[in-house]
């Protein structure tokens, strides 16, 4: 099968699974959305409760202040792959538990490798400290680009959930991020890593040897 058959398979493996506790209480499984073959992938922490009645991530409110980031930056939605760390929502919208994120980290990780983005944009505090390995927060992290898992380009935002909450300030922050990952995008793709490995220029952030560790 091609890259994108194996990752209609890995949806139809996602829609059935009963890995972890979040299985009982869901109504949909939030699996993924937009092109298969993307240069941009966007995650986020979880499914919220609209995205478990709908089975789409990042709709409401949140989702379309995100299609409209993108559009101010030339994108459409649906040039972009959008996904989350788990693909069940938390009861609460609670943060995902460390067994939660275990069991669903292979669907994360082929998502990864099936679309196989050059860059990466995380959204919000939990998946950015996640996947960057660090107690850092986001207000430090965002800003810059991260040489990150297999080579990629990661670039750390704030929730769009945050922009609705904190107005004017984090919208303005996370319009200089977009900015960014325009730049990152038009830009000739880096050549890979010389095998000798020097440490990051700041802000520091652990060099990333596997996805979540």
């Known amino acids: 099968m091609n890259a994108v058959a194996r990752l209609a398979a ?28 993307a240069d941009l992938m966007f995650i986020g922490e979880a499914p919220g409760r609209n995205e478990d009645l709908q089975g789409e991530p990042f709709v409401g409110a949140a989702g379309k202040l995100l299609t409209r ?17 788990v693909k069940c929502r938390p009861p609460g919208n609670r943060d995902p538990r460390p067994d939660e994120i275990d069991a669903c980290k292979p669907f994360l990780r082929g998502q990864l490798e099936l679309v196989d983005p050059r860059v990466v944009v995380t959204l919000g505090n939990f998946a950015t400290k996640l996947l960057l390995r660090t107690e850092t927060g986001i207000t430090r992290l965002r800003g810059h680009t991260y040489r990150w898992w297999r080579g990629k380009t990661l670039i750390p935002t704030y929730h769009p959930a945050a922009a609705l909450r904190g107005g004017d300030r984090v919208l303005a922050a996370m ?8 730049q990152t995008l038009d830009a000739p793709p880096e050549p890979p890593p010389e095998p000798e490995v020097h440490p990051d220029p700041e802000p520091a952030v652990p060099r990333q040897l596997g996805l979540f560790g």
Not at 19 to 29: N, P
């Open 69 to 85: 980031l993108l559009a101010e930056i030339g994108l459409d939605r649906s040039e972009v792959y959008i996904a989350n760390v």
């Open 175 to 182: 319009r200089e991020d977009f900015a960014l990952v325009r």
């Open 10 to 37: 890995l949806r139809e493996e996602a829609l059935a699974c009963t890995a972890c506790r979040l299985a009982e209480t869901r109504t949909k499984v939030v699996f993924g959305v937009g092109d298969p073959q």
